[in-house]
């Protein structure tokens, strides 16, 4: 084992706790520190999918088209808070340049390595720990209208079968055979056999966090506000209570990396891409797997306590709270798609995916501050928030992973 560090962990989202996890289990002194309890962020409320299949991003060669057509759309999948809308220019014209074909291959090419072994990364993760309880095994299916829609999706399922993943299509009848909760007009399922969810994404967090603390690890409950280098590497991580001396930070706030990468003199482009989620309580129904409703392109999961629907892209930064647009899309796509579906309340949540303009994360050491970036993972970082802890815990105990970190490199965007 490599020299023993003193390390100190920001951000207790699932990738704060998968690093903090890891390098405990390496054998370094590691204190998770977070402005609120474990699993405050995004990864509360997210749609819970272990998304081995998502490699491709959101900003393929068709989005500048798609895009166009939702936004006169008032009732489209794409909500936009106009007010917000001149700051996040320079982010968006970084963002739509990627959207090419040689840019979505360097995408897929780099996301595949973080996703495609995510179910393994989480039994590594939890194996023989109480949260372990919260993985399940399942198909995925994306739901469409019809046969016509799917096709529609074809540079999408391109990249997938590429990639090996064959999707098995239901259509007509059958498709509500298969999930007795779906209207009859919905006509064509794509199913992918052999992914996993998470039952339960808050509790997961929570008792990640507590096999942190059973393993040695040491949780407090701070606001990081700043860092003290000596000679250009990390002496102190500074809080509201104060500093806390280590060799070594790890940099997971999700979506507040960005302030916290100003305080070294780094400006990342990390733009809020802002998801809503409806939680049904005590549902009638519940679909017997996950699947995505792709018209209103968002995600529904059998939770244990309740059925989650979870998704769409609202840009429009990460003051505002609740919106409405959102929320009424879900409501209505869920009631078209569930139309016997019965409940006791709904939950309403907003999150914010921390996404960078060419859909990757930051993974490594930050020049060679000491400092080492686990953030940016749009909407991906429940699947790949286990293996990034991974990484970065390699990175500190002095071994190399065995896949290409270019890609991630955490200074890509200062060039
Ligand atoms: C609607 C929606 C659905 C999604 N569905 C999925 C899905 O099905 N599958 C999937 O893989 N991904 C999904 N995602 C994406 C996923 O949720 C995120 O990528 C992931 O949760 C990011 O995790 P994180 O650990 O980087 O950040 P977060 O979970 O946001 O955690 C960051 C933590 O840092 C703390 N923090 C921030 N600033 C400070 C500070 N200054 N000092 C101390 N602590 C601080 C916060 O309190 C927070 O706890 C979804 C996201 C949304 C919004």
């Not at 996301?111 to 495609?116: G, N």
């Not at 995505?292 to 939770?303: D, E, I, Q, S």
Request: with cysteine; glycine share 10%.
């Amino acid at each position: 084992m490599a020299q023993p560090q003193n390390i100190v962990v920001i951000g207790a989202g699932i990738c704060g706790v998968s690093a903090a996890i890891w390098l405990r289990r390496a054998g370094h002194t590691v204190t998770l520190v977070d402005k609120d309890a474990p699993g405050a962020g995004a990864s509360f409320g997210n749609a819970g999918l272990i998304a081995q299949w998502a490699i491709v991003p959101v900003n393929t060669p068709d989005l500048p088209k798609t895009a166009l057509k939702y936004l006169i759309n008032p009732r489209s999948p794409l909500f936009i808070q106009w007010g917000a809308l001149p700051g996040m220019v320079p982010w968006l014209l970084k963002y739509l340049s990627n959207a090419t074909d040689r840019g979505t291959r360097h995408m897929v090419d780099a996301l595949a390595p973080i996703l495609m072994d995510g179910i393994d990364q989480h039994h590594a993760l939890t194996k023989g720990t109480s949260a372990a309880k919260w993985i399940a095994s399942s198909s995925y299916s994306y739901v469409y209208e019809n046969r016509a829609a799917f096709e529609k999706d074809k540079l999408s399922w391109d990249f997938k079968r590429e990639a090996g993943l064959e999707p098995e299509l239901i259509e007509g009848p059958s498709a509500r055979e298969a999930e007795p909760i779906l209207s009859p007009n919905l006509s064509c399922m794509a199913v992918l056999k052999g992914h996993g969810h998470i039952l339960n994404p808050g509790a997961y967090i929570e008792d990640l966090a507590q096999v942190f603390a059973e393993e040695g690890g040491t949780y407090r409950k701070a606001e990081v506000r700043d860092f003290t280098l000596n000679e250009g590497k990390i002496a102190a991580v500074e809080t509201d209570q104060g500093p806390m001396p280590c060799d070594h930070a790890v940099l997971a706030a999700g979506i507040w990396s960005k302030p916290l990468m100003r305080k070294l003199g780094l400006k990342v482009p990390l733009q809020a891409e802002r998801g809503h989620h409806l939680h049904f309580k005590n549902p009638s129904q519940m679909p017997r797997n996950p699947m995505m409703l792709t018209r209103g392109k968002f995600a529904v999961n059998p939770m244990s306590s309740g059925l989650r629907c979870a998704g769409t892209v609202e840009l429009g930064g990460i003051r505002k709270g609740l919106s409405q647009g959102p929320l009424n899309l879900i409501r209505r796509e869920s009631r078209r798609a569930f139309p016997d579906l019965e409940f006791d309340d709904v939950e309403e949540w907003v999150g914010f995916r921390p996404s960078t303009p060419d859909s990757l994360p930051l993974i490594g050491e930050i020049g060679q501050t000491g400092v080492h970036a686990a953030f940016g993972h749009q909407h991906i970082g429940l699947t790949a928030g286990p293996k990034t802890g991974r990484i970065v815990a390699d990175l500190i105990s002095g071994k190399r992973p065995n896949i290409p970190l270019e890609p991630y490199a955490p200074l890509r965007f200062q060039r």
